[in-house]
């Protein structure tokens, strides 16, 4: 046995949960039609990914995550290097985002279908938001948290303008700046799921939605899987791309 | 020494800040004159404003009144360049980059910046390391890329900041010894702060002693002890003698801040 975390120990907790739980569901301990077998819902998994059900959904999905990441990356990133730059700003907009920031993202899908064309924008928009929160005051602390010694020595050295933006306060932000995006692409996949719940026919989150309500249970576990496969693969994108992108940050432990 | 021109004047210099809603005096018309080529060392107890001297004359901070001049030698090179106290290199850059990084502000072509920058990173011992971060480097080889990249500036004052205060005591040591070479070879004219009169009598043609706060000059002790100089003058009587005479003077102003800062005077 190895001394110190054996790779085998994250394994064997998953492992024996399936197991109880096929177990549970076909001695009739949980009722099947509720809690289909592990086994049960692979072959359902095998079978939505065979017909193509599920490629069309994920595809839905992660376009909507796309699209509203992107549009809270940019707008996220540019209000909060605002907010960190110019004092004033971030008083002024502080009390406003105070206010919006922690009502539930989905609240805003009728709001939003008011000012934008309902449908696939009022969607993605309202993904956006929770999203576009998390990157702004993230980036904004980015800056704020910058060390003064540095910004002294880039100045002394002769930064000025746009180089000691660009070359010395941007690049100082980043690490800030990537944990709120990935807090952010996190946001956006739970949202979505929801307002597609609520306010979409298609899309992982409406095919969930709408096989609990046939109670198709098979398919609503299927799907389940997939979300998760995605925030995992999504999230460790998002930080295999921070380690390639930000090298001179030393190894932390998310 | 006295032969030398003079370098740097600091002419009646008074800063004051801002604290609680009540100005505090850090230096209180200090003047100095630093010949060229003259290592002058600063010490003083803490709060007697040598950080904010330097600051003065890095132009990081403006003087309320009096005035600095920095004779400028050669056009184009900078005045100053500044080694900080905890390095302060910038980590996004690798060690070239850093050691580059005022000649690139100052608009100096690659090919020709990375060689000068090359060059300094030789000089102080760090040629192996020119594409590593400095996270991935130890204390004293930080302190180091900071020394190139102020050498690499080429200025006509080099302004060092407590640069060894964050090192172990036998780094301290040997990057002592690594200084005066350095200083040895190069011939620039240096304003270095210390906390440690030891270091400023190994390093120093001169040792400038200041008060507690408000930060005035309280005496100006002359290093004759030779040179070239090694950690061996520790051993000699000359050496003994002067560290008694500049600690009992130091002692006086560090007694009269406790007694300060305890609201009583002095017995």
Known sequence: ?254 | MSARPAKVIVHEVSVAFDSHGRRLAALDRISLTVAAGEFLCIVGPSGSGKSTLLRVLAGLQRQDAGEVRIEAGRPGAPLTAMVFQEHALLPWRSVLDNVAFGLENRGVPRAEREARAREMLALVGLTPFARHYPHQLSGGMKQRVGIARALANDPEVLLMDEPLASLDAQTRLLMQEELLRIWASLGKTVIYVTHSLEEALLLGDRVVLLTARPGRVSQIFPVDLGRPRGLEIRASQEYGALLEKVWSQLREEVVRVMWEARGADAP
Not at chain 1, 28 to 44: D, K
Not at chain 1, 126 to 146: C, E, I, K, N, P
Not at chain 1, 217 to 245: C, E, H, K, P, Q
């Open chain 1, 1 to 254: 046995m190895s001394r110190r975390g054996a790779p085998w120990a994250a394994v064997v907790s998953p492992v024996l949960l399936l197991l109880v739980w096929e177990w549970a569901s076909a001695s009739g301990v949980l009722r099947e039609a509720l809690f289909p077998r592990p086994t049960t819902v692979a072959a359902t998994l095998a079978r939505l990914v065979a017909d193509g059900t599920l490629a069309s959904h994920t595809l839905t999905t992660l376009g909507r995550i796309a699209w509203a990441f992107a549009t809270a990356g940019v707008l996220g990133i540019a209000v909060g290097l605002a907010m960190g730059v110019w004092r004033r700003f971030s008083q002024g907009v502080d009390p406003v985002f105070a206010v919006i920031y922690p009502i539930p993202s989905v609240l805003f899908l009728p709001l939003v279908g008011f000012l934008v064309p309902a449908g696939e924008v009022a969607v993605v928009a309202t993904t956006a938001v929770t999203s576009f929160f998390l990157v702004a005051y993230t980036t904004a602390h980015g800056v704020r948290q910058m060390d003064r010694l540095v910004m002294d020595a880039a100045v002394h050295f002769g930064a000025r303008g746009w180089r000691l933006f660009a070359g010395v306060l941007l690049p100082g932000a980043l690490p800030f700046v990537f944990t709120g995006l990935r807090l952010g692409l996190g946001y956006a996949l739970i949202v979505v799921i929801a307002v597609e719940i609520v306010g979409a026919t298609t899309g992982l989150g409406a095919f969930l939605w709408l096989s609990w309500q046939v109670l198709k249970v098979d398919d609503m576990y299927a799907t389940f899987v997939v979300i998760a496969a995605l925030g995992a693969v999504l999230s460790y994108g998002l930080a295999a791309l921070r380690a390639r992108l930000l090298p001179w940050i030393q190894d932390v432990a998310q």
